[in-house]
């Protein structure tokens, strides 16, 4: 399954912008897709996952309440809807997809087997 994530751009601070991560179908029956982003001399940071087929949400403490994950099963595709954009949100943004972890680990990129090509978000203040 390929990963194609696009909507990243130049924007100002305050501003919204919407990811999405398309897959050329589904993985399995129950995996996880997950958003991260990596900032030039900065490790790959955990944004947001959801889960398949339950649905569930997790969030980076420094993203909730901006950003909304979500996904369309029809289109097997998953949204990150950014609000309220910040210079340090400004990052390649990669979509990922791996098999189902426990809740204390789905945050960690290593658990993700297949990666996007990653899209540029620019956040100017």
């Known amino acids: 399954v390929q990963l194609q994530a696009s909507g990243g751009g130049l924007v100002e601070a305050g501003s919204s912008l919407r990811l999405s991560c398309a897959a050329s179908?589904?993985?399995?029956?129950?995996?996880?897709t997950a958003w991260f982003r990596q900032s030039p001399g900065k490790g790959r940071e955990f944004v947001a996952a959801?889960?398949?087929?339950?649905?569930?949400?997790y969030y980076a403490n420094s993203v909730e309440g901006r950003l909304t994950i979500s996904r369309d099963n029809a289109e097997n595709t998953v949204y990150l809807q950014m609000s309220s954009l910040k210079p340090e949100d400004t990052a390649v943004y990669y979509c990922a997809t791996g098999p189902n972890p426990i809740t204390s680990t789905i945050r960690s990129a290593s658990l993700y087997n297949n990666w996007g090509q990653g899209t540029q978000v620019t956040v100017s203040s």
């Open positions: 959801i889960r398949w087929p339950t649905r569930a949400r």
């Open positions: 179908g589904r993985p399995s029956s129950s995996y996880s």
